[in-house]
């Protein structure tokens, strides 16, 4: 079974920032990429920011050099530092992961998601 516990979220003035925290946990599970993603009321989910496990970061078009993701792999933790927030980013966010046991079978894991608010 696999989990991601995503933490962080919460209420900032535009200009603010938040760090969003999420651990993914399993037994006898491998993890590859990890994501996070947003849905704003009304919008489709759509991709913030992945990091594979060796490290290699992708971001939106719309976030880039504002935001910025980490992973430590000791614990399968990933981190979205999220710098100069808009109001447009308020959504909630959900932590993604891609995980397979060691025969192979597995998939793309959702977290709970977290609210981020921007609003003054």
């Known amino acids: 079974q696999v989990q991601l516990v995503e933490s962080g979220g919460g209420l900032v003035q535009p200009g603010g920032s938040l760090t969003l925290s999420c651990t993914a946990s399993?037994?006898?599970?491998?993890?590859?990429?990890m994501a996070w993603y947003r849905q704003a009321p009304g919008k489709q989910r759509e991709m913030v920011a992945e990091?594979?496990?060796?490290?290699?970061?992708f971001y939106a078009e719309s976030v880039k050099g504002r935001f910025t993701m980490s992973r430590d792999n000791s614990n399968n933790t990933v981190i979205l530092q999220m710098n100069t927030l808009k109001v447009e980013n308020t959504a909630i966010y959900y932590c993604?992961?891609?995980?397979?046991?060691?025969?192979?079978?597995?998939?793309?894991?959702w977290g709970q998601g977290t609210q981020v608010t921007v609003s003054s």
């Open positions: 993604n992961a891609c995980a397979w046991n060691n025969s192979g079978a597995g998939g793309y894991y």
């Open positions: 399993g037994s006898r599970v491998n993890f590859g990429a």
């Open positions: 990091v594979s496990n060796g490290g290699t970061t």
